[in-house]
């Protein structure tokens, strides 16, 4: 599973995979990216396990290993639990920055789809040209 999570977290890091970006609608934050993360602290909690029996035994550097690994799993854990939700700048690789400030200019394909003249103005893509919208008295009343 650690495996799994982690190369996918590279590849959407590298914005080979983008599937992920379906979780969008269940998770406000970055969930193919905090996959990453989740799978770095899965390998590390399994790295520790595997060396925790040795470090206990008394070798020195060995527990020094444990600590750092610990710290690793903590902070990738942590990281990848509030991914899910929400990422740090710093964080964010540049073709997520790319495409927020593109969908911010609305120079993205659903905005120029929506735009006038686009193949979805109107209702329900019907072409909007030739309907004009009004608003009602009782609109204005009711605010």
Request: net charge positive; proline share 5%.
């Amino acid at each position: 599973m650690s495996a799994v999570l982690i190369v996918s977290g590279v590849m959407a890091y590298r914005q080979k995979y983008v599937a992920w970006l379906a979780l969008k609608s269940f998770f406000p934050g970055w969930p193919g990216l905090a996959g990453l993360y989740l799978g770095i602290a899965i390998a590390t909690i399994l790295v520790l396990n595997s060396i925790l029996d040795a470090a206990t035994a008394g070798n020195l550097l060995l527990g020094l290993a444990v600590l750092v690994l610990f710290a690793v799993f903590v902070l990738c854990l942590v990281t990848g639990i509030v991914g899910m939700f929400w990422l740090p700048r710093f964080l964010l690789p540049r073709w997520v920055e790319d495409m927020v400030e593109e969908i911010r200019r609305g120079d993205d394909p659903l905005s120029r789809d929506l735009r006038p003249g686009g193949r979805l103005h109107g209702r329900l893509g019907v072409p909007g040209s030739a309907r004009v919208h009004t608003r009602r008295k009782d609109d204005d009343d009711q605010q």
